[in-house]
């Protein structure tokens, strides 16, 4: 089983800045791909960012690409999301999310295991 707890969440100025964290814990994740994943109001989940736990690999949308960065610490077993230059479309739900494949994948249903979410709001 793989327990996953976001934090960092939070109301921002639209330009603003924020740093999410995913904290894992559970089975080992050297094989896994880690991802963020998010949703608006009224609309379906969608996929942000995702790295590999192993070799470090990264994937954006393209809705975040050049504002994101993905990390890990391998010694913490946590996953970041940093954004910059948040605008009010980045409000949302913002989740970490497991897939055992390892694969980098934007497919929400390939993500096994979810933490509970955190929200993220940007004013304009």
């Known amino acids: 089983q793989v327990q996953l707890v976001e934090s960092g969440g939070g109301l921002v100025e639209a330009g603003g800045s924020l740093r999410l964290s995913c904290a894992a814990s559970g089975r080992t994740f050297s094989s896994y791909a880690m991802g963020w994943l998010r949703q608006a109001p009224g609309k379906e989940r969608e996929f942000v960012a995702a790295?590999?736990?192993?070799?470090?690999?990264?994937y954006y949308a393209d809705s975040v690409k050049g504002r994101a960065a993905i990390s890990r610490d391998n010694a913490k077993n946590t996953v970041y999301l940093q954004i910059n230059g948040l605008k009010p479309e980045d409000t949302a739900v913002y989740y970490c999310a497991a897939t055992v494949s390892g694969i980098l994948t934007v497919t929400v249903a390939d993500y096994a295991y979810w933490g509970q979410g955190t929200q993220v709001t940007v004013s304009s």
């Open positions: 790295i590999r736990w192993s070799g470090g690999s990264t």
